[in-house]
Nanobody, 115 residues
Framework: QVQLVESGGGLVQPGESLRLSCAAS????????MGWYRQAPGKQREFVAT???????NYANSVKGRFTISRDNAKNTVYLQMNSLKPEDTAVYYC?????????WGKGTLVTVSS
């Protein structure tokens, strides 16, 4: 079993930055993918970014160039640095881990971008 705990959400103004963190605990194996998804009000959950243990990254086009995903393998923690935030980035952000054929999800952290 894997537990994921997100932190770092909040209310910011357009153009500001925020950093999300997600710490994984439990039965963590060496090779796994960590990532972030988000769900805006009234919309389906969508992919934001992922990173592998080898450091490869992948981003949604809507966040490319503004968001940076990184991870600390020693701490089983993944981060999402979000810069130049826009109102359309408002959503609940979920941390996810794919490992051993299973997908694990955190409970989410709310990011609100509003003036």
């Amino acid at each position: 079993q894997v537990q994921l705990v997100e932190s770092g959400g909040g209310l910011v103004q357009p153009g500001e930055s925020l950093r999300l963190s997600c710490a994984a605990s439990g039965s963590i194996f060496s090779m796994y993918v960590m990532g972030w998804y988000r769900q805006a009000p009234g919309k389906q959950r969508e992919f934001v970014a992922t990173t592998t243990t080898g450091g490869s990254t992948n981003y949604a086009n809507s966040v490319k160039g503004r968001f940076t995903i990184s991870r600390d393998n020693a701490k089983n923690t993944v981060y999402l640095q979000m810069n130049s935030l826009k109102p359309e980035d408002t959503a609940v952000y979920y941390c996810a881990v794919a490992m051993g054929g299973m997908n694990y999800w955190g409970k989410g952290t709310l990011v609100t971008v509003s003036s």
